[in-house]
C-alpha cells in the first residue's frame, strides 16, 4: 500500500477527490496504525509516517469514500500514570464522519485484564467493534438558507427522532424512525400546523448502548453516551446517515424550521477506569480525560456517567470547536443545547463563567453567531449555574419549570416567584446585559414527567427500567389531582385536563422562548415513568392512535397567539428593574378586587391569585424596519385556589371592549371571542383567562398624500 507524508490537519480522514489524508491527535503515542478493513473485516494495517506537533498523519492516494477504517495507537500502557494505550484495540477515529455498526458486548473489547487490572489484554477486539468510514463531503444543498428566526419569535420543540415517527401515520414503514422520517412532507406539516420554529434534537452523535442496558434486554434510547462528536447516529437512517441527515435538514429549512442539536460533549461513552477501550482511552487518555489527581487510574466525575473529558486540554477544546464548526458549515444545524454545560467550563475545579470553553466560542465566527443555549448544572459542587452564563448564550430555566410547577399545584409563597418568571426571568438575567430570550422556558422536558403524567402521578413507576424503581427524580413538583394514575372519575379527569391547560398557557404567554417537549400537545403518557432514558419503545414514542384532539388544538391556538402578538415576544425588558413594587406603563400587577398590588399583597403567602395588564401602545414591530407599532391590551387573570374567585378590572384601564379570548376551564379553552363584563370576571378554580381589548386602528393617511408619493415614483 503507498502512503504519503500527507498533513497534519484537517484531523480525522479527508478525502480530496482523489485520495485520504489521515490525521490522529496523540501526544504519547510510540507509533500509529491506520486499518483499512475490506467487507470480510480483513485489515491492512499502514503506519503513519509522519508526526506534526502530537498529530501522527499519512496520505493514501485512490483511496475512496466508503474505506471502513480504525487505528491502532502504540504506547505506554500504565493506569498510574493515566497512560491505555494498547495496540490490541481498534478504535475508533474521534473524528470520524460516520461510524458504521454497534458494539458487540465482549470481555475484548476492556482494555486491561480483568484479574490484574493495571495490565493490558492482548485480545483482538476487531470482531466486536463498529468502524469509522470515509465520507463523501459533497451535497447539493441547492439554495438552502438558515430560517434564522430571531430568538424572541422562536418556538422550540424538543423531539426525538426516532420517537417521533416511529408511529407516525401516513409515513413509509421504511421511514419510521428515521431521519428521513422527520423531514418527510407528513411530519413537517405535522410540524407547521403546531407553529413551532425549531426542533430541538436529542443527542444524534453516534453514541453507545450500554452493556447493563443490552444485558437486561433495554438500551440507551435517550443518546447521551456519544462515542463519535462527528457521526449521525447510523440507526436513525434508512440510507446513508450523512446524507440522510443533510437531507432532513434541507427540507426542514425550506419549511421555515430551524434544527438544534442536544449535544454532549461532557462526557463520553468509555465510562469510568472499568469502562471499555473504544477510542479516547487508547489514543490519549490523559489529555482526554480529567484524571483523579490522588489517583490517576480514576477519573473525575461531573456527569454521574464515569468521566469527564478534560477542557483544560487544547486539543480537547479544539476537537469540539472542531465538531460545532462541521455541523454547522457541512450539516448545515442552526444552533446547540449543550448537556452539562456547568462541566464543560471546569477549569480546575469550579465553574467559571470565564473558562477558555466560553472565550473559544465567543471569538469563533462561526459559533459565536448560532443559537447556543446551556444546560446551566451538573452533578459536581457548585454545578447549578442558572443565571450565570455568558452573554451569547440562553439557558434552560429550571427555576421557571420548578416555580410553574409550584404555583399550579398550590404551594404558598410562589406569588412573587412566578411575576419573575412570566416576564423573562430578569432577576437571572438582566444585571449581565441579556435579554428576556436568555430563558428558555419549559414546564416539562424529556427527563421526568410528561405533562399528562405530570398532573397524574406524584410518585415515578420506573420498574420498567431495570433498577427497582431507584432511578429518576424522587421530588418531581407534581400533583395527581387527587388520585394515583389511571382513574375513571370525570372530575379529577377534568381536573387534569384543566391543569395541563393551566401549564401550557403560562408557558406561551411568558416573555422568553418557549421549548414544548414533543408528544405534550397530544396528551403522551409514560405510565409514570419519569427517567425512560432505557425505553426505546411504546412507553417513550409518541401514540399517535390516542391524540387528545382538544388539547392539541389548544396548544396550535396558544402558539398561534403569541405569533401575533408581540405583546407576549418582547425583545427587551418591561420598563424598571423591578418586576414588582413598582408601576409601570408597559405592565400592571393587579389584587383581584382591582387594586394595584402593594408590597404588603406581594408577601401574603396564601396568595394564588392575580391580574396582570400587558399594555401594547409601543411595542417594537418583529419586522426588519425596526417601526415602533401598537399591538392590543391583555389582561391576564390568573387564580391557582381551589375554588372560584370573580376578578375586577382596575377602573384604569376597564374602559373599552375587553373580550375573553381564552378560558382554560371552558370547553373549548380557545378559540373564543366573547364579552365580559368588567365589574366582574369569573373564574373558577385553578384556572386561567386572558382578555384582549383591541387597539383603535391609526387614521388612514390621506388621499393626497398617497397620490403624491406614486407621482414621485
Known amino acids: ?415 412573587p416567584e412566578l411575576a419573575f418568571r412570566l416576564t423573562g426571568s430578569s432577576d437571572l438575567y438582566e444585571s449581565s446585559g441579556r435579554r428576556p430570550y436568555a430563558s428558555i422556558n419549559f414546564v416539562t422536558c424529556h427527563d421526568g414527567f410528561t405533562l399528562r403524567d405530570l398532573v397524574s402521578y406524584h410518585d415515578k413507576r420506573n420498574q420498567a427500567n431495570g433498577e427497582d424503581n431507584r432511578d429518576g427524580e424522587s421530588h418531581n413538583r407534581s400533583w395527581n389531582c387527587g388520585a394515583e394514575g389511571p382513574t375513571d372519575d370525570a372530575a379529577i379527569l377534568a381536573l387534569r385536563a384543566r391543569q395541563q391547560r393551566n401549564l401550557l398557557a403560562t408557558l406561551f404567554l411568558s416573555q422568553g422562548v418557549p421549548m414544548l417537549c414533543a408528544g405534550d400537545e397530544l396528551g403522551r403518557t409514560q405510565g409514570g415513568n419519569n427517567n425512560a432514558y432505557c425505553q426505546d419503545n411504546e412507553i417513550s414514542w409518541l401514540d399517535w392512535e390516542h391524540v387528545d384532539a382538544d388539547l392539541l388544538q389548544f396548544t396550535r391556538d396558544l402558539i398561534d397567539l403569541r405569533r401575533r402578538h408581540p405583546v407576549f415576544r418582547r425583545r427587551g425588558w418591561f420598563l424598571g428593574r423591578e418586576i414588582h413594587g413598582q408601576a409601570h406603563p408597559e405592565i400592571g400587577w393587579y389584587t383581584p378586587d382591582g387594586a394595584e398590588m402593594s408590597e404588603h399583597d406581594w408577601t401574603v403567602g396564601f396568595a394564588k391569585s392575580l391580574g396582570v395588564a400587558l399594555h401594547g401602545e409601543g411595542i417594537r414591530s418583529v419586522d426588519v424596519r425596526g417601526q415602533r407599532v401598537g399591538d392590543d391590551d391583555f389582561y391576564l387573570l390568573i387564580n391557582a385556589h381551589y375554588e372560584p374567585m370573580v376578578f375586577v378590572l382596575p377602573a384604569s384601564i376597564a374602559p373599552g371592549d375587553w373580550r375573553r379570548i381564552l378560558d382554560t376551564a371552558a370547553a373549548p379553552a380557545s378559540g373564543r371571542d366573547e364579552a365580559v363584563d368588567v365589574r366582574g370576571v369569573r373564574l373558577e378554580g385553578r384556572a386561567l383567562v386572558l382578555l384582549r381589548r383591541a387597539r383603535q386602528a391609526p387614521p388612514p393617511k390621506p388621499v393626497r398624500a398617497r397620490r403624491r408619493q406614486d407621482a414621485r415614483r
Open 1 to 415: 500500500m503507498e502512503i504519503w507524508p500527507g498533513r497534519f490537519h484537517p484531523l480525522g480522514a479527508t478525502f480530496d477527490g482523489f485520495g485520504v489524508n489521515f490525521a490522529l491527535f496523540s501526544e504519547i503515542a510510540d507509533r500509529v496504525e491506520a486499518c483499512l478493513i475490506d467487507e470480510r473485516g480483513r485489515e491492512l494495517r499502514v503506519d503513519l509516517p509522519e508526526v506534526t506537533g502530537h498529530v501522527w498523519h499519512g496520505y493514501v492516494p485512490r483511496l475512496q469514500p466508503g474505506q471502513r477504517y480504525g487505528f491502532r495507537v502504540h504506547g505506554p500502557h500504565d493506569p498510574a500514570r493515566g497512560q491505555r494505550c494498547n495496540p490490541a484495540k481498534l478504535l475508533l477515529d474521534p473524528y470520524a464522519r460516520r461510524i458504521e455498526g454497534q458494539i458487540r458486548w465482549n470481555p475484548s473489547l476492556y482494555g486491561f485484564r480483568a484479574e490484574a487490572p493495571d495490565q493490558p489484554d492482548v485480545a483482538d477486539n476487531a470482531a466486536f467493534v463498529p468502524r469509522s468510514v470515509v465520507v463523501n463531503p459533497y451535497f447539493d444543498w441547492a439554495n438552502d438558507r438558515p430560517p434564522q428566526t430571531p430568538w424572541h419569535e422562536s418556538v422550540i420543540y424538543e423531539v426525538h427522532v426516532k420517537g417521533f415517527s416511529a408511529r407516525l401515520p401516513d409515513l413509509p414503514d421504511e421511514l419510521r424512525g428515521t431521519y428521513a422520517g422527520l423531514g418527510h412532507p407528513v411530519a413537517i406539516e405535522y410540524l407547521q400546523r403546531l407553529g413551532v420554529t425549531a426542533v430541538e434534537l436529542m443527542p444524534v452523535h453516534a453514541f453507545v448502548h450500554d452493556q447493563r442496558l443490552v444485558d437486561l434486554g433495554l438500551r440507551n434510547y435517550w443518546g447521551y453516551n456519544s462515542i463519535g462528536y462527528f457521526a449521525p447516529h447510523e440507526e436513525y437512517a434508512h440510507g446513508d446517515p450523512v446524507q440522510e441527515f443533510k437531507a432532513m435538514v434541507k427540507a426542514l429549512h425550506e419549511a421555515g424550521i430551524e434544527v438544534i442539536l442536544d449535544v454532549v460533549y461532557n462526557h463520553t461513552a468509555e465510562g469510568n477506569q472499568l469502562g471499555p477501550t473504544l477510542c479516547f482511552k487508547g489514543i490519549d487518555n490523559a489529555a482526554y480525560y480529567r484524571l483523579s489527581a490522588g489517583d490517576r487510574r480514576r477519573y473525575v466525575d461531573f456527569t454521574g456517567c464515569g468521566n469527564s473529558l478534560n477542557m483544560t486540554q487544547p486539543f480537547v477544546l479544539q476537537l469540539i470547536m472542531d465538531s460545532l464548526r462541521y455541523w454547522v458549515e457541512e450539516m448545515h444545524v442552526d444552533g446547540f443545547r449543550f448537556d452539562l454545560a456547568s462541566t464543560l467550563a471546569r477549569e480546575l475545579h469550579e465553574v467559571d463563567r470565564l473558562s477558555a470553553f466560553f472565550d473559544i466560542i465567543h471569538q469563533d465566527p462561526i459559533i459565536s453567531r448560532v443559537k447556543l443555549i446551556a444546560e446551566p448544572w451538573d452533578l459536581g459542587e457548585g454545578g447549578y449555574q442558572v443565571g450565570h452564563f455568558p452573554y451569547l448564550w440562553s439557558e434552560w430555566n429550571g427555576k421557571y419549570r420548578d416555580t410553574v410547577r409550584d404555583f399550579w399545584r398550590g404551594q404558598s409563597q410562589t406569588l
